[in-house]
């Protein structure tokens, strides 16, 4: 019987890809990568496949023809519709799942956040005296911007994927992290940008303007992340290595034939 583990990483992270890429170079795993397919033109990835998967049914039926073994979900901590189905999905496969997710940022000395549960609630923390904001919370969910026809709004996104962003005054930016800091103090700057609004999604690829942002002493609204799905969880590609090996010896130990047991 075949020694390789089929494994699905729900991926869009940066852990992920690390992830893909590593346990694709061990000969005991065959890895599938899935994407979403938000973005254009992503980077390749080892058993890369695109696109949702049909809700938790489609799931099911794809972990079962695929004869998938695990799944880590290092989807990013605002990911929370599929990170909900994987985990429903699991649990009727009976599937080891784990989450794979990078600690939040906090706030350190000299920086001026404020924090909100959503979105909607970071829009409503708005303040009159903001006329340009950097909205770095990416292209969904803008709609609690749209009524600000006061406000000039820089969005950043990774592709051009997108030409209207449904808001009255904005400029568009594309780009790909990891972002430097000098690069984030000439954005800042150069656009006079008065506060920034920002997703609480952790890792180091996209600190810089958190760090520019208290530099500068600009006010920061932190969107929290939503409500963590319930299950192991490791913030590490290292920790999920070594909770893949101890997947694949516990599935080894289940498949050799009782006649070569130790007794
Ligand atoms: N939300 C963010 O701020 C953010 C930031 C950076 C990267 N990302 C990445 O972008 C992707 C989409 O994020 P989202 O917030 O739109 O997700 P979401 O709201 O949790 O999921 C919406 C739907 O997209 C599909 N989907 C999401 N992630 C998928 C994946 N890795 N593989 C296959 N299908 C996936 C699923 O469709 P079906 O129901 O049809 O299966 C899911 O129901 C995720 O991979 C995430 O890691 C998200």
Known sequence: MSRTVNILILGGTTEAAQLAVAAAADPRYCVTTSLAGRTRAPAPLPGLRIGGFGGVGGLLRFL??????CVIDATHPFAAQISAQASKACTAANLPRLVLQRPPWAAVAGDRWASAATIAG???????????????????ELGPFAGKPNVWF????VDGFVSDL????SGVIVGRGPFELAQERT???NLRIASLIVKNSGGAGTYA???????????????ERPPAVLGERVESTGEALRWLDRIHK????????ASVRPK
């Open 64 to 69: 079962h023809e695929s004869a998938t073994k």
């Open 154 to 157: 820089l969005v950043r996104i």
């Open 122 to 140: 970071a829009a409503k923390l708005l303040r009159p005296e903001w006329r340009r904001v950097f909205l770095s919370t990416g292209r969904k």
């Open 166 to 169: 449904g808001l009255a005054n």
């Open 187 to 189: 954005l800042l700057s």
């Open 250 to 257: 516990s599935l080894a130990g289940l498949r050799t034939p």
């Open 209 to 223: 303007k958190l760090t520019a942002a208290r530099e500068l002493g600009l006010p920061v609204v932190m969107v």
